[in-house]
């Protein structure tokens, strides 16, 4: 019985620490500081304050974290949804591979010439330093959503050079020896984890549809638990092939994401909130692994803030600006991307594997991480919503609509579709009667600002309305809410 009393202890703390960080919401909503950067920092004075939290080895701490990345990279995939990523896909590939390169490249020949880090560490620091985190900048932007290819191309960023930077450092600190042997030896390895993690990833994607589809379970509570496994699955099997599992679970997340399938709107929901605790845990974990002491003694803080500087200011809107140039976006649209790179868990955890590596500077390298992480989430996210008024980056306001209306089906129903009437639209500012849906298309509900709106055929419709209707499957009527261009 005396076990059981200091076990309650730990349970009520360590509740009490979760229900601390969902409100941290928000406290981040008012004070426009990503959640994210209370996690960490409150993590790492606790970690000081507390050296017994640190007793987790860094191995365990890794595992924790990959877990949760998992979680995270699947629901953003499916955030994304095959339609929105196919109107983006060349300029989310482009910029999540060709970015990565060259963000690492530039960090990593500003470490070595400015800083005094061996070509490796440089290259290491500078690939850690290269994949980027839209849930930092989610978090920041609150109830506002970046909508049209702008946001596409945010989200679809980090996806892609998530997976990309790990599997890079991965193959780096895989190449054994030096000189342009080993370089080449490790960008071999690269190329092949992303080929395998993106075959295996689209498959695994069309499997998991299929047992989603074709395999009825006995309680609906069981096809979110089952999606997630899956998932789990994918990542495993595309690891143990040598790809970059990272990048499966994503297109996987990604080929699920608008597809219709038997408790979708659930599955959802559970995989949404799963990434949210999975967020916490990444950065809690991470920040227990810090010791701000030694950060701040061993001159890795001021190390930090010029990377960060050099960073924010002049290696990304530089070097990714040059990569982006060919992408077809406004002005103010361009600068947006460039501006809303910011850096999150991947870069942390990527300084793990340094740290696990038989890294010489690997301490060095981890310290230097974590205040560009730090900086990225305070100060560059602290700023996202207010350079996202001035260059009028296209936003709508998503209300928090807790209250559902629905009916259940027992077979899918044919033709039912559910579309955002977009700013500019055609089916902006028409009336019902007036929108080109052809003959058999039956606009059967509307909701405009969280309330159901009374149809008749003169309704206008505006840009936010969310419009659900009846059409035949081959008509394609997705043209009228889509913005122009």
């Given at each position: 019985?005396?076990?059981?009393?200091?076990?309650?202890?730990?349970?009520?703390?360590?509740?009490?620490?979760?229900?601390?960080?969902?409100?941290?919401?928000?406290?981040?909503?008012?004070?426009?500081?990503?959640?994210?950067?209370?996690?960490?920092?409150?993590?790492?004075?606790?970690?000081?304050?507390?050296?017994?939290?640190?007793?987790l080895?860094?191995?365990?701490?890794?595992?924790?974290?990959?877990?949760?990345?998992?979680?995270?990279?699947?629901?953003?995939?499916?955030?994304?949804?095959?339609?929105?990523?196919?109107?983006?896909?060349?300029?989310?590939?482009?910029?999540?591979?060709?970015?990565?390169?060259?963000?690492?490249?530039?960090?990593?020949?500003?470490?070595?010439?400015?800083?005094?880090?061996?070509?490796?560490s440089?290259?290491?620091l500078?690939?850690?330093?290269?994949?980027?985190?839209?849930?930092?900048?989610?978090?920041?932007?609150?109830?506002?959503?970046?909508?049209?290819?702008?946001?596409?191309?945010?989200?679809?960023?980090?996806?892609?050079?998530?997976?990309?930077?790990?599997?890079?450092?991965?193959?780096?600190?895989?190449?054994?020896?030096?000189?342009?042997?080993?370089?080449?030896?490790?960008?071999?390895?690269?190329?092949?984890?992303?080929a395998?993690?993106?075959?295996?990833?689209?498959?695994?994607?069309?499997?998991?549809?299929?047992?989603?589809?074709?395999?009825?379970?006995p309680?609906?509570?069981?096809?979110?638990?089952?999606?997630?496994a899956?998932?789990?699955?994918?990542?495993?099997?595309?690891?143990?092939?040598?790809?970059?599992?990272?990048?499966?679970?994503?297109?996987?997340?990604?080929?699920?994401?608008?597809?219709?399938?038997?408790?979708?709107?659930?599955?959802?929901h559970?995989?949404?909130?799963?990434?949210?605790?999975?967020?916490?845990?990444?950065?809690?974990?991470?920040?227990?692994?810090?010791?701000l002491?030694?950060?701040?003694?061993?001159?890795?803080?001021?190390?930090?803030?010029?990377?960060?500087?050099?960073?924010?200011?002049?290696?990304?809107?530089?070097?990714?600006?040059?990569?982006?140039?060919?992408?077809?976006?406004?002005?103010?649209?361009?600068?947006?991307?460039?501006?809303?790179?910011?850096?999150?868990?991947?870069?942390?955890?990527?300084?793990?594997?340094?740290?696990?590596?038989?890294?010489?500077?690997?301490?060095?390298?981890?310290?230097?991480?974590?205040?560009?992480?730090?900086?990225s989430?305070?100060?560059q996210?602290?700023?996202v919503?207010s350079?996202?008024?001035?260059?009028?980056?296209p936003?709508?306001v998503?209300?928090?609509?807790?209250?559902?209306?629905?009916?259940?089906?027992?077979?899918?129903?044919?033709?039912?579709?559910?579309?955002?009437?977009?700013?500019?639209?055609?089916?902006?500012?028409?009336?019902?009667?007036?929108?080109?849906?052809?003959?058999?298309?039956?606009?059967?509900?509307?909701?405009?600002?969280?309330?159901?709106?009374?149809l008749?055929?003169?309704?206008?419709?505006?840009?936010?309305?969310?419009?659900?209707?009846?059409?035949?499957?081959?008509?394609?009527?997705?043209?009228?809410?889509?913005?122009?261009?």
């Amino acid at each position: 019985m005396g076990d059981v009393v200091p076990f309650g202890v730990a349970v009520a703390l360590v509740a009490l620490a979760a229900v601390l960080a969902v409100l941290s919401n928000r406290l981040s909503a008012r004070v426009r500081v990503p959640a994210p950067a209370f996690f960490l920092i409150a993590a790492a004075v606790a970690s000081d304050v507390f050296p017994s939290l640190r007793g987790l080895p860094i191995k365990v701490d890794q595992r924790l974290v990959t877990i949760a990345l998992v979680v995270i990279l699947f629901d953003g995939g499916m955030h994304i949804g095959w339609s929105r990523f196919r109107a983006a896909a060349g300029a989310v590939v482009w910029i999540g591979v060709a970015g990565t390169a060259v963000t690492a490249a530039g960090m990593a020949v500003l470490a070595h010439v400015l800083f005094g880090f061996g070509w490796r560490s440089a290259l290491l620091l500078g690939t850690a330093l290269a994949p980027t985190d839209p849930a930092v900048v989610f978090s920041v932007l609150g109830r506002r959503e970046i909508t049209g290819r702008t946001g596409t191309i945010v989200e679809g960023e980090s996806g892609a050079n998530d997976p990309v930077a790990i599997a890079l450092m991965v193959s780096l600190l895989g190449a054994t020896g030096g000189g342009v042997h080993a370089l080449a030896a490790g960008m071999g390895e690269f190329v092949l984890q992303i080929a395998l993690g993106a075959a295996l990833g689209a498959i695994g994607g069309y499997l998991l549809l299929l047992l989603m589809r074709r395999v009825p379970l006995p309680n609906a509570a069981l096809y979110p638990v089952q999606t997630v496994a899956f998932a789990c699955l994918i990542y495993g099997g595309a690891t143990v092939a040598h790809g970059s599992g990272f990048l499966a679970v994503f297109l996987a997340g990604i080929v699920v994401g608008d597809a219709r399938a038997p408790y979708k709107r659930e599955i959802e929901h559970f995989a949404a909130g799963l990434a949210s605790v999975a967020e916490i845990v990444v950065f809690t974990v991470l920040g227990l692994t810090v010791s701000l002491e030694h950060v701040v003694h061993d001159g890795e803080l001021w190390t930090g803030v010029a990377m960060a500087a050099l960073l924010i200011l002049v290696v990304r809107p530089v070097l990714v600006g040059l990569v982006l140039a060919p992408i077809r976006l406004r002005r103010g649209e361009r600068a947006f991307v460039l501006w809303a790179g910011l850096k999150g868990a991947v870069p942390i955890v990527l300084g793990t594997f340094v740290l696990t590596g038989g890294v010489s500077d690997a301490t060095r390298i981890y310290g230097v991480i974590f205040v560009v992480v730090l900086i990225s989430v305070v100060v560059q996210g602290g700023l996202v919503p207010s350079v996202a008024r001035l260059l009028k980056v296209p936003m709508r306001v998503v209300e928090p609509e807790p209250w559902a209306l629905g009916m259940r089906f027992r077979d899918e129903p044919e033709g039912l579709r559910r579309y955002f009437v977009a700013p500019g639209s055609p089916a902006d500012g028409c009336s019902i009667s007036g929108l080109d849906v052809g003959e058999t298309a039956w606009i059967s509900m509307v909701s405009r600002d969280g309330r159901l709106v009374q149809l008749r055929g003169k309704t206008l419709l505006r840009a936010g309305d969310e419009v659900l209707l009846l059409a035949d499957p081959g008509v394609d009527i997705q043209r009228e809410f889509r913005a122009p261009g």
